[in-house]
Each structure stands twice: as structure tokens, then as C-alpha cells.
């Protein structure tokens, strides 16, 4: 019967909300995958993209009680990469295949927006035919246009949750959905190919919380969708909270495939995190790009989003070589490309 049900999400690409609810918990999701691989190829055959990370500062402003990374977390040793280490970082990655760099950090107004602008433009002249993504959070309009114009083009900022009330119960009252999603509308009409998404299993999400992403993501329209499992941090509020289902993160990437068959969807460390074969799992679910870690190894312990992550102790030639192998063995291959959305 559900047989069906896929099938039409399949041809339609959208159901109604108790549909979707039903294939976010649905058990048996072997026709729903084979669906969303079925949708991957036809619009990226089975390449799947690298991004090549580098967490640049583990500095930030923000207390959002989910992340290691909160300003009042004061277990955390703070760090940031000089722009030199940045650019050894991406020369390091250029060799190693990479054409896509995202600089991700907390919000660290250290890093003005002067500064920024002079690492994009240094990493553009240095590689042109790569591109610079950035992910550091909400800034002002007019500082997304000066990003753009030094040259990044790509710029990720989840959602987080698209329900007013429970962004409120996962960030404090200085934060706020609504400017939050007016970054990503600015971004969007400034030019940027925009990135957004959520947590799967952040504390207090219900079934109608998801639908509500997948409607505000319709809206959107972004050019790339990250999900992963809430994983918790021991020295957060939400330290002792039971993580995300992987289960549930898997049926969302598949639904995430096919309502936005041109995505560009990250398997996530965070999937590889909660389980050992998380990613190539996510892969099989439709996703169709990694997001390897290119930052120096004494650091990457230090970038504590969540417990356990994984990749912390590897070097980056590693990193490269064992997705290499992973992405194999699910039948795809990663691509020297940077990339770009298939609309
Ligand atoms: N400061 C920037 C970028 C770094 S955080 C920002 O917030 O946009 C990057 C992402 O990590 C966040 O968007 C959030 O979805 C995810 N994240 C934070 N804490 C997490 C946790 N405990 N479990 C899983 N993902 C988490
Ligand atoms: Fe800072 Fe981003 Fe972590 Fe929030 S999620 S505390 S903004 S690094």
C-alpha cells in the first residue's frame, strides 16, 4: 500500500502533511530510498561532491543550547586559524581534489567583515576555479554583500527548526527565527546559492516541526539542504537529552531528495557520528555530497559541536582516501568538480 503512497510522492514531488508524517517514521523505507537514489541519478548520475571544511574559529557570541560552541560553555579551549593557516588548509585541499572550500566557525566578531572579505578574495586568487562557501552565521545585509562581492558564492545557514515556539526552546530570547530567516531571504536576493536545514531530534521537535521544515525549505527553495541527527554535548543544557534517530534522519534525506530532486544534500559527519556506516547510509538515501575535514588536527578536537565527533585524529590526505573508499563501496564516486547545483 505505502508502495503506492512513494510512488506518487515520487511523480508529484510533494504529499500532504500526514503523508509526510507517515514516511518520516515510516519502518520499512527500502522503496522509499531506492525512490530517492532513482532521483539522484537521474539528476547527478552517481557522482557524489566533496566539500572540503575548514573550521577557521571555534569562537562565538551565541548561546544556543544545543552546541559545544556556546560563549558560556568555558570547558571549551578556544582557537582561531590565522588566514595564512587558512590558505595552507585550502592549498592542502586543492592538491587533495577539492574545489569546493566552506569556512564554518561560531560567530566570532574577531573575524570583521574586512577580514573576511580579504581571506575569500585571497582564496579566489589563489584558486580560481574553486568556489568559497562560507557558514558563520547571521551578519548584517550589507556585510553578506560585501562577501559577495569579494566573490563567495555560497553561503549556509540552517534554519535550525521553522516553528517559531521551538526555536525558542533551543536558543536564548536575543536570538530569533525570524531574523534567522531573514539572513537566508537576504542572501538569497543578494545572490548567494543559499544553504539551510535542521537538526533531526532536537530536544522537544514533534512530527508537525518536521513538516513545518520541509514546508519553510518549499518556500526557500534552497540550493542545498544539511540535515543531521541532535547529537548532545556533554557541557550544554542539553547535555544529558537523548540523541536523534538515525532512522528518522535517513527517511528525511530520501523525502528531502525527492521534493528537491536538484539539491544538493550533505551526508553529514553528524549521521557518521551516530553511526559507523552513517554516511554511506545517508548516500544511499539520496544524498550526494561529503563535507570532509580540512582543518589542521590539533584543532579539530577543539571544534566540539557535539560529543564523539568523528574524523578528529585523521590528516586530511586520510579523510580524502577513506570517504574515497566509502563512497565506493555504495556503488557511487567521488568527483573532482565544484560542484554546482543542477537545476
Ligand atoms: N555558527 C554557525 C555555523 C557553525 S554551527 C551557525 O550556527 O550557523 C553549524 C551547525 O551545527 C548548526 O547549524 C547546527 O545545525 C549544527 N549543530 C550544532 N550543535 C549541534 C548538535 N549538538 N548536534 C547536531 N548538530 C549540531
Ligand atoms: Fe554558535 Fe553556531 Fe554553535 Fe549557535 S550553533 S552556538 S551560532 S557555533
Excluded at 96 to 121: A, H, K, P
Excluded at 177 to 199: A, N, P, T, Y
Amino acid at each position: 500500500m505505502f508502495e503506492c503512497i512513494i510512488d506518487k510522492f515520487y511523480e508529484t514531488r510533494d504529499a500532504s502533511d500526514e503523508v509526510l508524517k507517515c514516511l518520516i517514521d515510516l519502518s520499512d523505507s527500502e522503496h522509499l530510498y531506492e525512490c530517492a537514489m532513482r532521483r539522484r541519478r537521474e539528476f547527478y548520475q552517481d557522482d557524489v561532491y566533496t566539500r572540503g571544511l575548514i573550521e577557521f574559529t571555534n569562537y562565538c557570541k551565541n548561546n544556543c543550547y544545543y552546541c559545544g560552541l556556546r560563549a558560556q560553555n568555558h570547558n571549551v579551549e578556544r582557537y582561531r586559524l590565522t588566514p595564512e593557516e587558512i590558505y595552507e588548509c585550502a592549498d592542502e585541499g586543492y592538491a587533495l581534489g577539492y574545489r569546493t572550500f566552506v569556512l564554518q566557525g561560531g560567530e566570532d566578531r574577531y573575524f570583521s567583515d574586512d577580514m573576511i572579505c580579504e581571506i575569500v578574495r585571497r582564496l579566489h586568487s589563489d584558486h580560481p576555479d574553486c568556489a568559497v562557501t562560507l557558514s558563520i552565521g547571521e551578519r548584517e545585509r550589507e556585510s553578506y554583500q560585501a562577501f559577495y562581492d569579494a566573490g563567495a558564492r555560497r553561503y549556509l545557514l540552517r534554519h535550525e527548526t521553522a516553528n517559531d515556539a521551538h526555536y525558542g526552546k533551543l536558543h536564548p530570547e536575543t536570538m530569533s527565527l525570524e531574523h534567522r530567516k531573514q539572513c537566508l531571504w537576504d542572501l538569497k536576493d543578494i545572490g548567494f546559492q543559499v544553504g539551510s536545514g535542521f537538526m533531526v531530534g532536537s530536544p522537544f521537535q514533534t512530527l508537525d516541526d518536521l513538516v513545518a521544515d520541509l514546508r519553510f525549505l518549499q518556500e526557500l527553495q534552497p540550493d542545498m539542504i544539511g540535515i543531521g541527527p541532535f547529537l548532545p554535548q556533554a557541557d550544554t543544557p542539553f547535555g544529558d537529552r537523548p540523541a536523534g534517530s538515525l532512522k528518522r534522519t535517513l527517511n528525511l534525506v530520501a523525502i528531502l531528495r525527492l521534493m528537491f530532486p536538484y539539491a544538493l544534500i550533505p551526508s553529514t559527519t553528524a549521521l557518521g557520528t551516530i553511526d559507523p556506516k552513517g554516511r554511506e547510509l545517508g548516500l544511499k538515501a539520496g544524498a550526494n555530497v561529503v563535507m570532509p575535514n580540512l582543518s589542521p588536527t590539533r584543532f579539530r578536537k577543539l571544534y566540539a559541536i557535539y560529543d564523539n565527533k568523528i574524523c578528529t585524529g585523521d590528516e586530511s590526505a586520510q579523510c580524502r582516501h577513506c570517504l574515497e573508499k566509502r563512497v565506493e563501496t555504495v556503488g557511487l564516486r567521488l568527483v573532482i568538480d565544484r560542484g554546482d547545483v543542477r537545476r
